[in-house]
Structures are given as C-alpha cells and as structure tokens.
C-alpha cells in the first residue's frame, strides 16, 4: 500500500494562489494514478482533478478547469495541486488519493484506495 501526506493548505484571501503538495511513501508512486478531492462542511467530498501514472494526462471538474493544474513529480515520489484564481467556494479539506486500477482518471471517490488525511484551505473574500 501507500501512505499519502498532504501539506501547503492555508489561509488566503480571494484571487490569490496555494500549491497543495502530497508526499507518498511505500509502495512505488509512480504504479498509480493519482487524484484531489475536496470536501466543504456539509457538503459530499468532490472530484478536483487527476493525473495518470506518467503524469501524461489530466482531468478537471469544470468548476476549476483553467485555475487549478495538477502535476507529479514521480523522482520525488509527489503529487502537486496549483490552485490559483482562489474564490471563497473553493474553501474545503483538500485530500489526495490514490487509485491502484487500470482505469486512469477516475472522478468518483469510491474508486480511490488510499487517502491521506486532508488540509484546510480556506479562502477570504
């Protein structure tokens, strides 16, 4: 298995950027595809984006398509979560995870098979 370690949440007002980062460990990064998800109070946790194995290709929720950029560092076992153009709904509990399938960029949560354990970002407006 995997163990996922997210970090680079904060505070930061509307407009500005964060770069979420996920350090993996155990089993080999670079055998998995790899996703963010996110969780507002109240709210069911949400697709962000993916990356496949390679880092070759990459999907998006629409709500962050053109704002937010993923990316993997397979030498440095990490995972990387630009977000910029930040607006108060994007506030939530970032969480990073892995999927151990075939199937590369999976959206729904349940298709995932490690997590890490989330940071907070929330955004001012």
């Known amino acids: 298995q995997v163990q996922l370690v997210e970090s680079g949440g904060g505070l930061v007002q509307a407009g500005g950027s964060l770069r979420l980062s996920c350090a993996a460990s155990g089993r080999t990064f670079s055998r998995y595809h790899m996703g963010w998800f996110r969780q507002a109070p109240g709210k069911e946790r949400e697709f962000v984006a993916a990356?496949?194995?390679?880092?070759?290709?990459?999907s998006y929720a629409d709500s962050v398509k053109g704002r937010f950029t993923i990316s993997r560092d397979n030498a440095k076992n990490t995972l990387y979560l630009q977000m910029n153009s930040l607006k108060p709904e994007d506030t939530a509990v970032y969480y990073c995870?892995?999927?151990?399938?075939?199937?590369?960029?999976?959206?729904?949560?349940?298709?995932?098979?490690?997590w890490g354990q989330g940071t907070q970002v929330t955004v001012s407006s």
């Open positions: 990356i496949t194995w390679s880092g070759g290709r990459t």
């Open positions: 995870a892995a999927n151990s399938a075939s199937y590369p960029l999976l959206t729904a949560a349940h298709e995932y098979d490690y």
